[in-house]
T-cell receptor, first 111, second 113 residues
Framework: SQQGEEDPQALSIQEGENATMNCSYKTSINNLQWYRQNSGRGLVHLIL?????REKHSGRLRVTLDTSKKSSSLLITASRAADTASYFCATDNNAGNMLTFGGGTRLMVKP | DAGVIQSPRHEVTEMGQEVTLRCKPI?????LFWYRQTMMRGLELLIY????????DSGMPEDRFSAKMPNASFSTLKIQPSEPRDSAVYFCASIHGGGHEQYFGPGTRLTVT
């Protein structure tokens, strides 16, 4: 089964609104990453948060991590139509740089 | 750098045929990963290499699948014989051992009829 599970599976919002996506995982982790995938493209790394961090920012992205609840959230503020994509969380729980990806959240931002 | 390069971008083949997917990682990256993405199963890790050596192939679905990395700049994923259920998008990704961010190629969309 997948380590990370995103919620919701799909999200539709208006441009300018904030988008929040959640990820839950099952086992202890070293770090958690978020990736974006535009339709028909490969995944692109967005942000990494380590297991000893609780919050991290990068531009309009804000990621939180709660290791006690084994969950993370990705917030995209002031969304744009160009943010339309699928977003995946991925966990790294060993030293081999192997990632386990969740099922993804499909975000649609309407102009 | 050109990024991770995959070829072909699209492959349509008939059941029973051999399929070979190719990947060129980013220069200097010492980890290479092969993934398969489908609507039903999401993104699955098939196998990964470190310094050209296969480390974990537990995700390879069955003996019909094989992967090689003869040198640091080239890897292949072969399916022989192919079946319709192998239809998916296959991604290659690479990282430098000192980092965590995986760099993905554009993928190969495989259709087996």
């Amino acid at each position: 089964s997948q380590q990370g599970e995103e919620d919701p599976q799909a999200l539709s919002i208006q441009e300018g609104e904030n988008a929040t996506m959640n990820c839950s995982y099952k086992t202890s982790i070293n770090n958690l990453q978020w990736y974006r995938q535009n339709s028909g493209r490969g995944l692109v790394h967005l942000i990494l948060i380590r297991s000893n961090e609780r919050e991290k920012h990068s531009g309009r992205l804000r990621v939180t991590l709660d290791t006690s609840k084994k969950s993370s959230s990705l917030l995209i503020t002031a969304s744009r139509a160009a943010d339309t994509a699928s977003y995946f969380c991925a966990t790294d729980n060993n030293a081999g740089n192997m990632l386990t990806f969740g099922g993804g959240t499909r975000l649609m931002v309407k102009p | 750098d050109a990024g991770v390069i995959q070829s072909p971008r699209h492959e349509v083949t008939e059941m029973g045929q051999e399929v070979t997917l190719r990947c060129k990682p980013i220069s200097g990256h010492d980890y290479l990963f092969w993934y398969r993405q489908t609507m039903m199963r999401g993104l699955e890790l098939l196998i990964y290499f470190n310094n050209n050596v296969p480390i974990d192939d537990s995700g390879m679905p069955e003996d019909r699948f094989s992967a090689k990395m003869p040198n640091a700049s080239f890897s292949t994923l072969k399916i022989q014989p192919s079946e319709p259920r192998d239809s998916a998008v296959y991604f290659c990704a690479s990282i430098h051992g000192g980092g965590h961010e995986q760099y993905f190629g554009p993928g190969t969309r495989l259709t087996v009829t």
